[in-house]
């Protein structure tokens, strides 16, 4: 784990509006920078509602963004992008609509293809449109950084841009826009935002500078998001958990995720199983199996969300267990009907990304992701 010496590089949006009853800021903004054609990149219920953004002038809406969105989701998008011919590209959704607003506003246009961009910094620029972000959902962090995701579907695996050009010029995060989020979905996007927040902070990559905001949003999830799920109309409970999504966002671009993201992908890739339930499901799995390489940081961790401070494994993995069961969220393979016959395939898929294993705490071999599954059937 980096030390206070160490280089780190952080970017944040240029500018970001946070709070309750923001999201008409971003078509004033807009309208400040004179952008007068607009492209919304949404799912269809988001669709419904692109009037809260308050944006003039000519505005287009791509309604069709699927969960888990593969490359032929994002192809749909670039003609959608290439024939609207926007000033402006609006991610307005979880994460799947802002993963996709960023890969549009880069490769709409671009002689670059995105097998030409998968990986760190081969995006050429500069950008050639203006790029905002406007989450729907507690999780992601999508609106603060700089990654983007689209599944393969020939070799089920996620192909990741990474580039500074997918910055967004501004972020709006409106909590009212997820008081309509269903207390399932809160739940599990809600733990993928503290998921985000832990494994920057065990990771082997950790620096001082990051490990403030991974703190506060783990503990941010673990003061509010019980209170959400049981009340979505519960402000303050929304707003923190948007702040903690927020903050999980930072992690990701200087540090980024690690043993427990990797382990999740296949569940989405594969089985298309949404990204925070298979994110709360590996958890505490891979919680307590990096316990021995992280011990004070995990006592941390359970500090954060509300429970004695320990780093026995076997005790870390019973907390962390409660606090996503207790969500209501499913928390066993065969009951998200991933077939027990799939756990060598996906341990094969998890053990091949390195970009993420190898920021783990502890080494995970490809017996031990295994055995994890096996656990978690």
Same mark, same amino acid.
């Given at each position: 784990?980096?030390?206070?010496?160490?280089?780190?590089?952080?970017?944040?949006?240029?500018?970001?509006?946070?709070?309750?009853?923001?999201?008409?800021?971003?078509?004033?903004?807009?309208?400040?920078?004179?952008?007068?054609?607009?492209?919304?990149?949404?799912?269809?219920?988001?669709?419904?509602?692109?009037?809260?953004?308050?944006?003039?002038?000519?505005?287009?809406?791509?309604?069709?963004?699927?969960?888990? $969105?593969?490359?032929?989701?994002?192809?749909?998008?670039?003609? %959608?992008?290439?024939?609207?011919?926007?000033?402006?590209?609006?991610?307005?959704?979880?994460?799947?609509?802002?993963?996709?607003?960023?890969?549009?506003? =880069?490769?709409?246009?671009?002689?670059?293809?995105?097998?030409?961009?998968?990986?760190?910094?081969?995006?050429?620029?500069?950008?050639?449109?203006?790029?905002?972000?406007? $989450?729907?959902?507690?999780?992601?962090?999508?609106?603060?950084?700089?990654?983007?995701?689209?599944?393969?579907?020939?070799?089920? #695996?996620?192909?990741?841009?990474?580039?500074?050009?997918?910055?967004?010029?501004? #972020?709006?995060?409106?909590?009212?826009?997820?008081?309509?989020?269903?207390?399932?979905?809160?739940?599990?996007?809600?733990?993928?935002?503290?998921?985000?927040?832990?494994?920057?902070?065990?990771?082997?990559?950790?620096? $001082?500078?990051?490990?403030?905001? %991974?703190?506060?949003?783990?503990?941010?999830?673990?003061?509010?998001?019980?209170?959400?799920?049981?009340?979505?109309?519960?402000?303050?409970?929304?707003?923190?958990?948007?702040?903690?999504?927020?903050?999980?966002?930072?992690?990701?671009?200087?540090?980024?995720?690690?043993?427990?993201?990797?382990?999740?992908?296949?569940?989405?890739?594969?089985?298309?199983?949404?990204?925070?339930?298979?994110?709360?499901?590996?958890?505490?799995?891979?919680?307590?199996?990096?316990?021995?390489?992280?011990?004070?940081?995990?006592?941390?961790?359970?500090?954060?969300?509300?429970?004695?401070?320990?780093?026995?494994? #076997?005790? =870390?993995?019973?907390?962390?267990?409660?606090?996503?069961?207790?969500?209501?969220?499913?928390?066993?393979?065969?009951?998200?009907?991933? $077939?027990?016959?799939?756990?060598?395939?996906?341990?094969?898929?998890?053990?091949?990304?390195?970009?993420?294993?190898?920021?783990?705490?502890?080494?995970?071999?490809?017996?031990?992701?295994?055995?994890?599954?096996?656990?978690?059937?």
């Amino acid at each position: 784990m980096a030390s206070l010496g160490s280089p780190i590089t952080i970017v944040r949006p240029h500018q970001i509006e946070f709070g309750v009853g923001t999201a008409g800021k971003l078509g004033k903004w807009a309208a400040e920078q004179g952008h007068r054609r607009t492209l919304v990149i949404s799912d269809a219920f988001n669709a419904s509602r692109i009037h809260m953004l308050e944006l003039k002038g000519e505005v287009t809406v791509f309604s069709e963004v699927t969960p888990e $969105p593969d490359t032929a989701n994002l192809e749909k998008v670039l003609a %959608a992008a290439n024939t609207a011919n926007a000033e402006l590209v609006v991610g307005f959704g979880g994460g799947s609509a802002m993963d996709l607003a960023k890969l549009a506003a =880069v490769l709409a246009g671009s002689e670059q293809t995105l097998h030409e961009v998968v990986g760190p910094n081969k995006v050429k620029g500069p950008r050639k449109v203006a790029l905002a972000q406007v $989450p729907t959902t507690s999780g992601t962090g999508s609106e603060a950084g700089i990654r983007a995701l689209v599944t393969d579907p020939t070799t089920m #695996a996620k192909l990741a841009v990474e580039s500074l050009h997918m910055l967004a010029d501004i #972020a709006v995060i409106d909590p009212a826009l997820t008081f309509s989020v269903p207390a399932r979905t809160t739940a599990a996007t809600g733990v993928d935002a503290m998921a985000h927040c832990v494994e920057a902070y065990t990771n082997r990559k950790a620096h $001082p500078m990051v490990d403030i905001y %991974a703190i506060e949003g783990a503990r941010l999830v673990g003061k509010y998001l019980a209170r959400a799920v049981k009340d979505g109309n519960d402000a303050e409970a929304r707003a923190g958990l948007s702040l903690a999504s927020l903050y999980g966002g930072f992690c990701l671009g200087p540090v980024n995720t690690a043993g427990g993201h990797a382990l999740a992908y296949p569940l989405g890739t594969r089985w298309h199983v949404a990204h925070g339930a298979a994110n709360a499901l590996i958890f505490p799995h891979v919680l307590a199996f990096n316990t021995p390489a992280a011990p004070e940081k995990t006592k941390a961790v359970m500090e954060a969300l509300g429970y004695q401070a320990s780093e026995n494994t #076997a005790s =870390v993995f019973d907390a962390a267990y409660a606090f996503c069961a207790d969500l209501g969220i499913e928390m066993k393979l065969s009951g998200l009907g991933v $077939p027990e016959s799939d756990l060598d395939a996906m341990a094969d898929d998890a053990f091949a990304i390195r970009r993420l294993l190898d920021n783990n705490p502890r080494d995970l071999s490809r017996a031990d992701i295994r055995t994890i599954y096996e656990a978690a059937f």
